[in-house]
């Protein structure tokens, strides 16, 4: 990789893999209170030293009411008095990418742009296959804003080829997105070895900043912890509800990073 992505002096790209650490409250007082919970185990130090995770995930698409935006910007407001320094990526996963809710491309767009105009978010997770022209729209509305964009794509069903998973994720950054990102589903052991080899392929020849891949489920959680040897660099860890399956706890993760690190 030829450069980290930095929010909040976490240096994506940089170091030991980042932990991102998701909440998925369906109301406003469940996300507060997972917020809450979260800010107890927050950063210590250095990578090195007693971190629990680096930034934390708001999944809007549990939320009930989030296709009323003044609640959503509402809830952003609260999260971030309780997070105060720690960065905040912004997601609404939809339904066909394994998400809690559909939504129309229309509110989809504006759901994302309107999040990014709030100022109240770091990082924004776009969809890169909803559509060329919307992605660009949004990338674009994120980037005036100063916001960082995840570019993702999530196949709940299979492991694409190789070539499919790195081209994916190349067109993710050829359509602006700052950290490409792509989950997959394993069917076999095989699986998870052909996204961690997409994985070394995009981070060593393609990528112009840092990527994050995972392949999901117990099978694929090796691919979750050894981030570093391959390329990817953040992995998912939970302090209460997980997101996806195959996620684990963010402390005992962060433990089993730390000892891949020092070891390198």
């Not at 992505?5 to 007082?29: C, D, L, M, N």
């Not at 008095?81 to 394994?98: H, V």
């Not at 992605?135 to 492991?159: L, M, P, Q, W, Y």
Request: charged share 30%; aromatic share 6%.
């Amino acid at each position: 990789m030829s450069k980290c992505v930095e929010v909040r002096g976490v240096k994506i790209g940089e170091g030991i893999p980042k932990i991102i650490v998701p909440i998925v409250g369906t109301t406003k007082r469940e996300i507060l209170e997972a917020a809450s919970s979260i800010k107890g185990n927050a950063p210590k130090g250095s990578a090195l030293g007693e971190n629990v995770f680096d930034l934390v995930e708001w999944r809007a698409d549990w939320f009930e009411d989030v296709f009323e935006f003044g609640k959503v910007e509402d809830v952003l407001k609260e999260l971030r008095e309780k997070l105060g320094d720690i960065p905040l990526l912004f997601t609404f996963r939809t339904a066909r990418e394994g998400g809690e809710k559909d939504i129309s491309v229309d509110e989809y767009k504006r759901l994302n742009i309107m999040a990014v105009r709030t100022g109240l978010v770091d990082l924004i997770d776009v969809e890169a296959f909803t559509g060329d022209d919307v992605v660009r729209e949004i990338i674009e509305e994120a980037h005036k804003a100063g916001v960082k964009v995840v570019g993702s794509n999530h196949d709940f069903d299979k492991t694409p080829e190789k070539e499919e998973i790195v081209g994916r994720l190349r067109r993710m950054q050829e359509l602006g997105a700052d950290i490409p990102k792509i989950a997959v589903m394993p069917g076999s052991r095989e699986d998870v070895l052909t996204l961690l080899a997409a994985t070394q392929e995009m981070s060593a020849q393609y990528a112009e900043g840092p990527i994050i891949t995972m392949s999901m489920s117990g099978t694929g959680l090796v691919s979750r912890l050894c981030g570093e040897v391959f390329g990817s660099s953040c992995t998912f860890g939970t302090v209460g509800k997980a997101s996806a399956p195959g996620q684990i706890g963010a402390e005992e993760l962060g433990g089993i990073l730390r000892v891949i690190h020092t070891n390198l």
